[in-house]
């Protein structure tokens, strides 16, 4: 049985054009990830709507979404924690600031601690 498809989006965008030369570009991702000492990244503590937990929150990067993720799960494994990677923000789960300002430093990005 196929899955059900809820909406355009789904479908890719476009369902059927009635012009018989029309061609369907796909988007492509042309964005190139600044060098690491280029990178001005901050690392702040956050604990708005997370039911009083509190995450270390790194902003500030710019570049592929795929690059971010290497970043985010780089971040996890050396930190021994979890966390997640959206809206291009990475999230690390409880206070580990300066462990992760330590790392990012090590690997040559240009930090700042940022919030209280």
Do not use: H, W
Request: net charge positive; proline share 3%.
């Amino acid at each position: 049985m196929k899955p059900k498809k809820n909406s355009l989006s789904d479908l890719g965008g476009i369902m059927y054009s009635t012009n018989p030369e029309f061609e369907y570009e796909e988007e492509v991702d042309d964005t190139v990830t600044s060098p690491n000492n280029q990178q001005d990244l901050r690392v702040m503590l956050d604990k708005k709507n997370r039911g009083g937990k509190a995450v270390t929150l790194i902003t500030g990067f710019r570049g592929r979404t795929e690059d971010l993720e290497v970043l985010g799960k780089m971040l996890k494994t050396k930190c021994g924690v979890g966390g997640s990677v959206k809206d291009g923000e990475i999230m690390i789960q409880g206070d580990v600031r300066d462990k992760v300002i330590g790392i990012l430093q090590k690997d040559g990005y240009k930090v700042k601690k940022a919030g209280g």
